[in-house]
């Protein structure tokens, strides 16, 4: 027996609170890598270009887009944390604010995947 | 529907050790807002302006921390508030779903050496970053360093 719906479980709040730390923990993966790999302009030009040219695959080209999806994704939903903390208005209208954050969200990823998958795909240099 | 009755919580008992958790939100609620201005810029910088994602090698690094220390400071600000926001929501993730006590102890010290490693690493880079290495292929390098 599932437990019992209440005014948080299995409501938007409670999936944004999933969604928050499910791209929390992959933008933290993300980035120890990502230090790693700039690290190697200190090894040597070579050694850094190798390793970024990776990033120009479709392969990883897509798997940025989906690292931007999720910062955008909790960026957005973190101040809609802050503002539900700070602002009765907000608190009130949690639920409202849930789906402003997923609208502005798909606005942002419109604004930035045609772009981004065409110089992935693209040719070019 | 009535709404149920909620019994006000107890005062403060002032058994509690530190205000630390206290700083620790007040921590993410600040660098949220300022991570969200940075990161989207590097992002669009990097992804959007030129060539894209394309664009990005070891002369497109170097002209940018070369043609102004801003991008030096703006990089070492994201590197360590990204490294801080992220270890503590890791942190919090860790006391929440790691039950039993040694096992916690570990991954809150392998957290710690993370953090420490990489935020050491990342700011060593970024000072002690040199655009023009003697010898290195003048083709790999940015149009500004000395020809040989």
Redesign the interface.
């Known amino acids: 027996m599932s437990p019992a719906r209440t005014l948080y479980r299995g409501r938007e709040g409670m999936w944004m609170w999933v969604v928050h730390r499910a791209t929390g923990v992959a933008i933290f993966f993300f980035l120890l890598i990502h230090v790693l790999d700039t690290s190697l302009v200190r090894v040597s030009p070579e050694a850094y270009n190798q390793v970024i040219g990776s990033y120009k695959t479709p392969l990883y080209g897509l798997v940025e887009a989906g690292l931007v999806a999720a910062i955008v994704l909790h960026a957005f939903n973190g101040i809609r944390i802050i503002l539900v903390d700070t602002w009765s208005w907000a608190l009130r209208h949690q639920r409202l604010l849930v789906w402003i954050v997923w609208g502005l969200f798909v606005l942002a990823m419109a604004g930035f995947l045609p772009r981004h998958l065409a110089a992935v795909f693209g040719g070019g240099a | 529907m009535t709404a149920p009755t909620v019994t006000p919580p107890r005062p403060h008992s002032g058994r509690t050790r530190s205000n630390a958790e206290k700083w620790s939100w007040i921590f993410m ?1 600040f660098s ?2 300022l ?2 201005l940075l ?2 810029t590097h ?1 669009f910088i990097n ?2 302006t030129g ?9 497109f ?2 002209g940018k921390w070369a043609a102004s220390p801003l991008w030096q400071v703006w990089d070492l600000i994201m ?1 360590v508030l ?2 801080l926001h ?2 503590n ?2 942190r919090l ?1 860790v006391n929440d779903y790691a039950r039993n006590r040694r096992w916690r102890t570990f991954l809150l010290g392998a957290l710690a050496l ?1 953090v420490g490693v ?1 935020v050491t ?2 700011a ?2 970024i000072f ?2 040199d655009p023009c ?1 003697a010898g ?2 003048p083709s ?2 940015p149009s500004f360093c000395p020809t040989a």
């Open positions: 609620r949220g807002p991570l969200l990161i989207f992002l992804l959007l060539g894209g994602v394309k664009q990005i090698d070891f002369g690094v170097a590197l990204a490294m992220g270890g929501g890791m993730l993370a990489i690493l990342g060593l880079v002690t970053f290495p290195a292929d790999l390098l």
